[in-house]
């Protein structure tokens, strides 16, 4: 069955530094893959996803992620974090042909100023 | 583009009663929707898949009878908890995705329910 795991519930990062939030997927094709973020709250917004093509892929506010086939790994990068990037990040795979999302735990981002 | 919104975003009522959701696309029309509950500090765990003009499909374990799902539009679903007890008391939030472009999924802001 398709699974996602984010290995990090809390990561506190200081202002400026950079950041990795990873993510592991257990999916036997190539998989669709999101990252969403969602502050207290609110609903989800859409940072990126992965499809086909180029494995490093750009979203909005600055981050990016890399899809590794051979780690399973949806990992999301930002050079420089800013004290409004706190907020809690949701990794995604969709599931088959149902279009249905398939969540992982979540990581919740600090930022230290 | 891609706007989804929720209404209300809060609401709060007294055990026994039932309240109901909406769920709109905005700027785009959605053929498929997707209601979500969270509880505090957790996933999403996603409750039916609704899709216009037919019945919701329920995950398993979702009452169908607790959780009633309407997608009489195009850009409207609706979801409606029946005799609400306490324990329903949680962060309702959907989602819709374009016709033809079914794997992304655009959220709304959510709706939070407190069962008293």
């Known amino acids: 069955a398709q699974s996602v795991t984010q290995p990090d519930i809390h990561i506190t990062v200081s202002e400026g530094a950079s950041l990795e939030l990873r993510c592991n997927y257990s999916?036997?094709?190539?998989?669709?893959l999101f990252w969403y973020v969602q502050s207290p709250g609110q609903g989800l917004q859409l940072l990126l996803k992965?499809?086909?093509?180029?494995?490093l892929v750009q979203g909005i506010k600055g981050f990016e992620a890399e899809f590794k086939r051979s780690q399973s790994s949806f990992n999301l990068r930002k050079p420089s974090v800013h004290w409004s990037d706190a907020a809690e990040y949701f990794c995604?795979?969709?599931?088959?042909?149902?279009?249905?999302?398939?969540f992982g735990t979540g990581t919740l981002l600090a930022v230290q100023p | 583009g891609a706007v989804v919104s929720q209404h209300p975003s809060w609401v709060i009522c007294k055990s026994g009663t039932s309240v109901k959701i909406e769920c709109r696309s905005l700027d785009f029309q959605a053929t498929t929707m997707f209601w979500y509950r969270q509880f505090p500090k957790q996933s999403l765990m996603l409750m039916a898949t609704s899709n216009e003009g037919s019945k919701a499909t329920y995950e398993q374990g979702v009452e169908k009878d607790k959780f009633l799902i309407n997608h009489a539009s195009l850009t409207l679903s609706t979801l409606t908890v029946t005799s609400a007890h306490p324990e329903d008391s949680s962060f309702y939030i959907c989602s819709a995705s374009y016709p033809g472009r079914k794997e992304t999924q655009y959220f709304g802001p959510g709706t939070r329910l407190l069962v008293l």
């Open positions: 995604a795979v969709v599931r088959g042909a149902t279009n249905k999302l398939i």
């Open positions: 999916y036997g094709a190539t998989p669709y």
């Open positions: 992965y499809f086909s093509g180029d494995t």
